[in-house]
C-alpha cells in the first residue's frame, strides 16, 4: 500500500512508451535505449521490474509486452495510458501527492508547490496538457452520458447553456436524444473548436452554438438551465461562488442552475476527494455544503435526482420555491 517504486515504474514504462514499442515488436534494452535516450543498463532493471509485474515478459529477441501489459497501451480504450503519462495531464498532477503533507497542513492545492503554478494555468500555458485533459474528461464520462441523459427531464427547457462543457459529448447527447432543445456550450479554446466538431459530427450544429470564453466572465444570458457539469469541485469556495454569481447574473428570475457532481458522503471516493485537495484546493462537496454555497445566490434546491451511479443532478432555482 504504500511502496512507491511500482506506481513509478508503470509511469515511466508507460511514459516511455513501452507498452506500445514492444507489442508484437520484441527487443532488448541496448536496442530500445537509443530511441528512447536511456541509460541501456537503467533501462534493463526498469523491464526486470516490469517483468516481474508480468507487463512484459523475456523473449529470445529481449523484451515483449504481454496480454496484461497491452492494457497501458495508448488506444487500449481504458484511459490507463492517459492516467499514468507523466507528461498528461492527469499523470503530472499525480506527481503533486508528493506534497500531500502540504495540502492537508494548509488546506490548500499541492499542484502549485510542485510546478509553480496553479493546475489551470499550468494548462494554459501547455497546449498538450490542455488536450489531454479534455480527452481525459470526455472518456471519464462517456460511459455515464447514455444515463444522464435518460434520467433527468431535459424535455422541460427549450435552451440549455452547458458552462464548461468540454468537447461537447454531454449535450450533444441531449440534443439528439431532444430534437425540440437549442443548446449553447461555453469553454475555453482550443476546447470550444472541439465541441463544434462534435456537434457537426453528432448531426446537431444547427441547434447547437459554440462560444469561447471562461465561466467567470458573462455567460450567454436568457437561457432556461445553466449546466455545470463537474464544475464546481474543481474550485474552491471563492472561486465557486464566483460561478455560480454568472450563471445566476445570466439566467434571470426563472431560470435554473443545474449542478452535477458527486456528492460527498454519497457517491464520491475518499480517494478522489484528496484529489481535489492536491489538485485544486477543493474537495467533493456534501449536499449541505452545495446548498450553503447557492444560498447567497438566491438559489434553493427545487431537486435532486441520481443521474448515474456515481453522480447526481441538483436544480437550483431562485426563492421562493
Not at 508484437?24 to 530511441?35: G, K, R, S
Not at 440534443?175 to 461555453?186: D, F, N, Y
Not at 450553503?292 to 441520481?306: I, N, V, Y
Amino acid at each position: 500500500m504504500a511502496g512507491l517504486v511500482t506506481p513509478m515504474a508503470l509511469r515511466v514504462a508507460v511514459t516511455l512508451g513501452l507498452p506500445d514499442r514492444l507489442f508484437d515488436n520484441d527487443a532488448t534494452a541496448e536496442q530500445l535505449a537509443p530511441e528512447l535516450d536511456a541509460s541501456p543498463l537503467a533501462l534493463d532493471q526498469l523491464l526486470a521490474h516490469l517483468a516481474t509485474l508480468g507487463i512484459v515478459e523475456r523473449s529470445r529477441a529481449g523484451y515483449r509486452t504481454t496480454a496484461f501489459g497491452a492494457h497501458l497501451r495508448t488506444h487500449a480504450g481504458n484511459r490507463l495510458n492517459n492516467l499514468l503519462h507523466i507528461d498528461s495531464a492527469a499523470g503530472r498532477a499525480e506527481l503533486a501527492f508528493a506534497d500531500l503533507a502540504h495540502s492537508v497542513r494548509t488546506g490548500e492545492p499541492a499542484y502549485p508547490l510542485r510546478y509553480g503554478k496553479e493546475f489551470w494555468s499550468d494548462l494554459a500555458d501547455h497546449p498538450h496538457l490542455r488536450e489531454a485533459f479534455d480527452r481525459q474528461m470526455t472518456e471519464r464520462v462517456r460511459h455515464q452520458v447514455p444515463h444522464i441523459v435518460a434520467r433527468f427531464d431535459w424535455s422541460r427547457f427549450a435552451t440549455i447553456v452547458d458552462v464548461g462543457g468540454g468537447h461537447g459529448t454531454l449535450l450533444a447527447a441531449i440534443l439528439t436524444a431532444h430534437p425540440e432543445l437549442r443548446g449553447h456550450l461555453l469553454d475555453l479554446e482550443p476546447t470550444a473548436a472541439e465541441a463544434r466538431r462534435t456537434f457537426s459530427a453528432h448531426g446537431v450544429a444547427d441547434r447547437a452554438e459554440v462560444t469561447p470564453g471562461s465561466f467567470f466572465d458573462p455567460l450567454p444570458a436568457g437561457a432556461d438551465a445553466y449546466l455545470l457539469f463537474d464544475i464546481l469541485h474543481d474550485w474552491d469556495d471563492e472561486q465557486a461562488h464566483r460561478i455560480l454569481a454568472r450563471c445566476v447574473e445570466a439566467a434571470g428570475e426563472n431560470g435554473r442552475i443545474l449542478v452535477v457532481e458527486a456528492i460527498g458522503g454519497l457517491h464520491s471516493s475518499t480517494e478522489f476527494d484528496l484529489v481535489m485537495l492536491v489538485h485544486y484546493g477543493s474537495r467533493e462537496r456534501t449536499l449541505q455544503e452545495l446548498e450553503k454555497l447557492a444560498e447567497p445566490h438566491g438559489l434553493a434546491l427545487a431537486s435532486m435526482t441520481e443521474v448515474s451511479d456515481e453522480r447526481r443532478m441538483l436544480e437550483f432555482r431562485r426563492h421562493p420555491i
